[in-house]
């Protein structure tokens, strides 16, 4: 059964330059008494706000540095972490071998990036600015123990400790999103 061509033709749609609505067949908004325009000649809002971003890696309003740190965190977790004479660890293994409070930094950072997940509103990022912080210099505190605690037994026995790459990277992920929560919700 095939369509004649004026059925199959459908009607332009064409918008209101005022409240942007569409209408399919019609050349005046009902609203507003005005002509209807096609879309691409509907005046831009350059000077609007974003108020809201659609997915989680979205890095505008303020959302690079906390995932940016997040990131960080998560990638130092499982690099070398410590280096003794005669082992090399990451901070997973060390979690994992006993220091149970170090599951607790990326524990924060999860945590960070479900704050992430949720808030996508310029308002609501707002609002969460001091749980972005709290998170990032809580997350902060185990890695703080952990170092000293590795550092007092390994003195005791007469080794030393280096510390590595994964450390150094959990710190600069952690500072980034601290630093970074003050702009979280910004759009500047």
């Known amino acids: 059964m095939s369509q004649s061509p004026a059925s199959s033709e459908r009607a332009e749609v064409s918008f209101c330059p005022y409240c942007h609505q569409g209408f399919e067949g019609r050349s005046?908004?009902?609203?507003?008494?005005?002509?209807?325009i096609p879309f691409h000649e509907l005046p831009r809002r350059a000077d609007r706000l974003l108020d809201e971003v659609a997915f989680l890696v979205d890095p505008r309003l303020g959302r690079s540095a906390p995932l940016l740190g997040a990131a960080l965190v998560l990638v130092g977790f499982i690099a070398p972490f410590a280096r003794s004479s005669r082992l090399e660890a990451?901070?997973?293994?060390v979690a994992i071998d006993g220091a149970g409070n170090l599951w607790l930094t990326p524990g924060a950072v999860i945590v960070l990036l479900w704050i992430l997940w949720q808030r996508r509103r310029r308002d609501t990022m707002?609002?969460?600015?001091?749980?972005?912080?709290?998170?990032?210099?809580?997350g902060l505190l185990p890695l703080i123990y952990t170092c000293r605690r590795i550092?007092?037994?390994?003195?005791?026995?007469?080794?030393?400790?280096?510390?590595?790459?994964?450390?150094?990277?959990?710190?600069?992920?952690?500072?980034?999103?601290?630093?970074?929560?003050?702009?979280?919700?910004?759009?500047?």
Do not use: N, Y
């Not at 990451?90 to 293994?93: D, I, N």
């Open 28 to 36: 005046e908004c009902p609203e507003h008494e005005l002509t209807l």
């Open 126 to 138: 707002r609002a969460a600015r001091a749980a972005v912080l709290g998170l990032a210099l809580g």
């Open 151 to 188: 550092g007092i037994v390994a003195e005791a026995r007469g080794a030393t400790v280096d510390w590595l790459v994964g450390l150094w990277l959990m710190v600069a992920g952690l500072l980034v999103a601290a630093f970074g929560s003050r702009r979280f919700g910004d759009g500047r």
């Open 90 to 93: 990451s901070a997973l293994e």
